[in-house]
């Protein structure tokens, strides 16, 4: 079992450019958790995905940043217009769903906009 | 809405010490209580869990243990490694539901030897 894989694992972009983050699961793992990691504001959650569908994004900025889950494998981040404060690390995590509240994390990406 | 409280920002310790980091909760759900363990260059790792009808988790040495008067749950162990050295967040999530976890801000273990 690799874990959970996210790619790349570190991103540096300009300002106002685009930034798309990957995540792959653990096979068989029907929830998939996005996070961000700062030192100011810590672990925020951002949105999660349980079957490929979007069930609650409540943490996600309303502007610029959209997540995807296209098919069981893999998970998307998008940050359009990237800014400085958007750096930090991205984290993804995934569950078995069944009731399972236990959620293994990948290493992380680690964004930094100049 | 949830929150997690974790107020020691860094502990700083010699091998063989006993460890005692302390969280408290707000929530209006049934919570299951988490500790997590995050190393460097990796993402947080399941170390504990305590739901409220068991009060206590152990595992690796570690000991988790609840009070639901007090709305806190705490990490404690006994003697203390240098490779114990990392973050430790405690989190809450509702039990028997998928969904996302609440962290509290972290706590910075440094052991020496």
């Known amino acids: 079992n690799a874990g959970v894989i996210q790619t790349p694992r570190h991103k540096v972009t300009g300002k106002g450019q685009e930034a798309t983050l990957w995540c792959e699961p653990i096979?068989?793992?029907?929830?998939v958790f996005w996070y961000r990691q700062t030192i100011v504001q810590g672990l925020e959650f951002l949105t999660y995905f349980r079957n490929q569908a979007p069930i609650d994004d409540s943490g996600m900025p309303k502007e610029r940043f959209s997540a995807q889950m296209p098919n069981q494998s893999h998970s998307t981040l998008k940050i359009q217009s990237t800014q400085p404060q958007d750096s930090a690390v991205y984290l993804c995590?995934?569950?078995?769903?069944?009731?399972?509240?236990?959620?293994?994390f990948g290493p992380g990406t680690r964004l930094t906009v100049l | 809405g949830d929150s997690v409280t974790q107020k020691q920002g860094q502990v700083t310790l010699s091998e063989d010490d006993f460890l005692f980091i302390n969280c408290t909760y707000s929530t209006t759900t049934y919570p299951t209580l988490l500790w997590y363990v995050q190393y460097p260059g990796q993402g947080p790792q399941l170390l504990l869990k305590?739901?409220?009808?068991?009060n206590k988790g152990i595992s690796r040495g570690f000991e988790a243990t609840y009070d639901k008067g007090t709305t806190s749950f705490h990490l404690q162990k006994a003697s203390v490694q240098e490779s114990d050295s990392a973050v430790y967040f405690c989190?809450?999530?509702?039990?028997?539901?998928?969904?996302?976890?609440?962290f509290g801000s972290g706590t910075r273990l440094q052991v020496y030897a």
């Open positions: 989190a809450l999530v509702e039990t028997q539901v998928v969904g996302q976890l609440t």
């Open positions: 995590a995934s569950s078995s769903g069944l009731g399972d509240y236990e959620q293994y």
């Open positions: 096979s068989g793992h029907s929830a």
């Open positions: 305590v739901t409220t009808a068991n």
